[in-house]
């Protein structure tokens, strides 16, 4: 669970690093974040995974909120945190 929840946190860092000039509207449209990772399970098995992040500031210190409403699957530990799992 500790490490689940410390995943958003550092996808936003990660947006912030990759992406300093980000912009919350382009061309009247508001910029979201699809962000797909790859884990491994406790049980050796393997999964992707989708975060939601949107643009709420513009850089040169962008804001990023995430999308709690995202999860596929609320009620585990991954949708708890807003996170959807992409089956293979």
């Known amino acids: 669970d500790k ?3 410390r995943i ?5 860092l990660l947006l ?7 912009k919350a509207v382009v061309s009247g449209v508001e ?3 699809y962000v797909t990772f790859y884990t491994y399970e406790n049980d050796l ?4 995974y ?6 709420t500031k513009d850089g040169p210190d962008p804001e990023f909120t995430q999308d709690l409403e995202y999860a596929d699957e609320p009620e585990t530990v991954y949708g708890k945190y807003g996170m959807r799992r992409i089956e293979k």
């Open 31 to 33: 910029v979201h974040y």
């Open 45 to 48: 098995s393997s999964n992707y």
């Open 8 to 12: 958003p946190e550092a996808i936003e």
């Open 3 to 5: 490490i689940w929840s």
């Open 16 to 22: 912030k690093l990759k992406y300093p000039e980000a």
């Open 50 to 55: 989708t975060i939601h992040f949107q643009c």
